[in-house]
């Protein structure tokens, strides 16, 4: 049990375009969701905090206008970067949580982001 | 911000030897988690520790808590190939959102 999938697994876009990350709980309902972004040989940092249907909570330093997240159902978080730069370019990994508590998330398997 | 700092960021050791990593951390917490994660791969949780809990074990992990001196250590015994991997602990805070905040990692790697 506890399964996050994320679609795709890679992804190659031109810069200035956007793109589309989805993270999915398949056997269970996901009421947080959170969203990770981990440069190469780094350590994984978290972008921002969502609650079934609501607003996202950013951290510091994370671009709302840019990183579009909607989490409309409690199995589906999407993250959407827009107007993508080659910086964004990165390993994103959601994780997803049934109670809400921090210490019991259960990690997808990580979208790569190349932007050319 | 990260609050978790690991030591040693890389190590290598023989195969059947113990590999042992440290995690420092600065706020109080309720529990620590360490995870492994395969390179361009998502995570895998090994192990939790309550912050009411000194010491656990899991199979071939060793994992303690000083809570005294905000610290961790990861030990895995009789290491294996398929050992080679980043670890990385994270912590979830007393006070404030309910988010994990995680260490820096090492990068173990087993040679044959």
């Known amino acids: 049990g506890a399964v996050v999938s994320q679609h795709p697994s890679r992804v190659i876009c031109k810069s200035g375009t956007s793109v589309k990350i989805e993270c999915r709980s398949l056997?269970?309902?996901?009421?947080?969701m959170f969203w990770y972004r981990q440069f190469p040989k780094q350590s994984l940092m978290l972008m921002a905090t969502s609650n079934e249907g609501s607003k996202a909570t950013y951290e510091q330093g994370v671009e709302k206008d840019k990183f579009l997240i909607n989490h409309a159902s409690l199995t589906l978080s999407t993250l959407t970067v827009t107007s993508a730069h080659p910086e964004d370019s990165s390993f994103y990994i959601c994780s997803a949580s049934d109670r809400g508590f921090a210490y019991e998330q259960y990690f997808g398997p990580g979208t790569r982001l190349t932007v050319t | 911000s990260q609050q978790g700092e690991e030591d040693p960021q890389a190590l290598s050791i023989q195969e059947g030897e113990n590999a042992t990593m440290n995690c420092s951390y600065k706020t109080s917490i309720n529990n620590l988690q360490w995870y492994r994660q395969n390179s361009g791969r998502g995570l895998v949780h090994l192990i939790l520790?309550?912050?009411?809990?000194r010491e656990k074990h899991s199979g071939r992990l060793r994992v303690t808590l000083d809570t005294s001196k905000k610290s961790s250590s990861l030990l895995i015994t009789a290491s294996r190939a398929a050992d080679t991997a980043s670890y990385f602990c994270a912590t979830d805070a007393i006070q404030g959102a309910q988010k994990l905040v995680f260490g820096q990692g090492t990068r173990l790697t087993i040679n044959p």
């Open positions: 520790i309550r912050s009411n809990e």
């Open positions: 056997d269970f309902q996901a009421t947080t």
